[in-house]
């Protein structure tokens, strides 16, 4: 079975520019969720999908970024204008939904860099 | 709303040593607790998890947490470590029944010496 992948692995990109990263969940998982790590900090919480819907976006930065999950199953955040703090690596993972929900799986991560 | 602090950032240690890796948790409300494991160039994988039932978690590489509720620790140890282990660990809580996202810790990035 596939893990969740994630395009590209890495990114760099001129500030003001646009980025679109690419998340394909685990098939069967309805939970999508978006982390990100700046360097040398946690990882934090973005957002989580729940099929296309959006159940909680409380960690999004700002309305640069833009995360859509259309027909639930992969999805893409868009950061426009990128601005250099949003470097760092960004993480999808997904999981199951209700009482099989137990862990995420992650991908391997987007190493974004705007210079 | 729940926070995790790993208490150390870096941990040198020689092969074949033991070595602790050190997680306390806050929550308001019961967690499912974890720990993540990211090797050089590679995503984060999960190393074990605490759900319920007993309190110590063993991985299959030899690596084990005891779940602490009076302490509200989850620290990870291993009895005698191999280059390989070098990596950076993260401890992680996550809601039990609702919530869904996950908290993590700032990492732990552990060396192993020859």
Known sequence: EAGVTQFPSHSVIEKGQTVTLR????SGHDNLYWYRRVMGKEIKFLLHFVKESKQDESGMP??????ERTGGTYSTLKVQP??????????CASSQVGVLRTEAFFGQGTRLTVV | AQ???QLDS?????????????????????V?????VQYPNQGLQLLLKYLSGSTLVESINGFEAEFNKSQTSFHLR???????????YFCAVSEVGGG???????????FVKA
């Not at chain 2, 020689?14 to 806050?26: D, G, T």
């Not at chain 2, 499912?32 to 993540?36: E, H």
């Open chain 1, 23 to 26: 998340c394909d969940p685990i």
């Open chain 2, 3 to 5: 926070s995790v602090t």
């Open chain 2, 32 to 36: 499912y607790l974890f720990w993540y």
């Open chain 2, 100 to 110: 869904f996202k996950t908290i993590f810790g700032a990492g732990t990035r552990l």
């Open chain 1, 82 to 91: 990128a601005e250099l703090e949003d470097s760092g690596v960004y993480f």
């Open chain 2, 10 to 30: 870096q941990v040198p240690v020689f092969e074949e040593a033991p070595v602790e890796l050190r997680c306390n948790y806050s929550s308001s409300v019961s």
């Open chain 1, 62 to 67: 700002n309305n640069r970024f833009l995360a």
């Open chain 2, 78 to 88: 291993k009895p005698s470590v191999h280059i390989s282990d070098t990596a950076e």
